[in-house]
């Protein structure tokens, strides 16, 4: 039971996830961090099996890192995207494949728009305005079809992300308890509270 959001504004990408480590129908922990800070202007939100999300997040982290020291640039978020859904898509071929979909996106500093991207465990890939994985999806895509704006300014995109969490604390059964959230822009990424 788990969700993630992300939306695209004018100039910012907004990424929230719940923050509870569950097993079956027992929360395990309440303060469990699902997103991960790639460099300075990319994020990425994981969710999927428990041992699989954190060691895949940590490898694209770490690896990522590296190809920044090694070739001194840091990779846009098409490209970072681009390097994990090919590692997803290597895994699935592998006897032990991660069970991982992701949020990946952030500020593209070069053409100086924000980018997101939608990737599953099967390496699917979708540059994308706004995206959800997990129950979340089911309740609030149309929400975001129906409010999102590609011109909004990051007040309104917070004010569309409430009204998604706001409408899966209605209809879902479930309590998924507080939401991490951050933004990246041109400025990098920051943590922001609702």
Not at 90 to 110: E, F, H, I, Q
Not at 119 to 140: K, R
Request: proline share 3%; hydrophobic share 40%.
């Amino acid at each position: 039971m788990e969700c993630s959001f992300g939306i695209t504004g004018k100039d910012f990408v907004i990424f929230a996830s719940d923050s509870c480590a569950n097993r079956s129908i027992v929360k395990m922990k309440a303060g469990e961090d699902k997103q991960k800070v790639v460099s300075k202007h990319v994020v990425m939100a994981y969710s999927g099996e428990p041992g699989d999300t954190v060691q895949f997040a940590e490898y694209v982290e770490r690896n990522l890192r590296l190809y920044g020291i090694r070739n001194h640039v840091e990779l846009l978020p098409h490209e970072a995207a681009s390097w994990t859904r090919n590692q997803l898509a290597t895994s699935l071929r592998s006897r032990k494949p991660y069970s991982v979909n992701m949020l990946l996106g952030g500020y593209d500093t070069a053409r100086s728009v924000p980018m997101l991207y939608w990737i599953d465990y099967l390496g699917t890939m979708a540059e994308v305005p706004y995206a959800a994985h997990g129950y979340g999806a089911y309740f609030c895509l149309s929400t975001m079809d129906r409010f999102h704006s590609p011109d909004m300014n990051l007040e309104e995109g917070l004010a569309l992300l409430k009204r998604c969490i706001d409408e899966l604390n209605t209809r879902f059964i479930a309590n998924l308890g507080t939401f991490k959230i951050r933004v990246a822009d041109k400025e990098g990424v920051r943590e922001v509270t609702l």
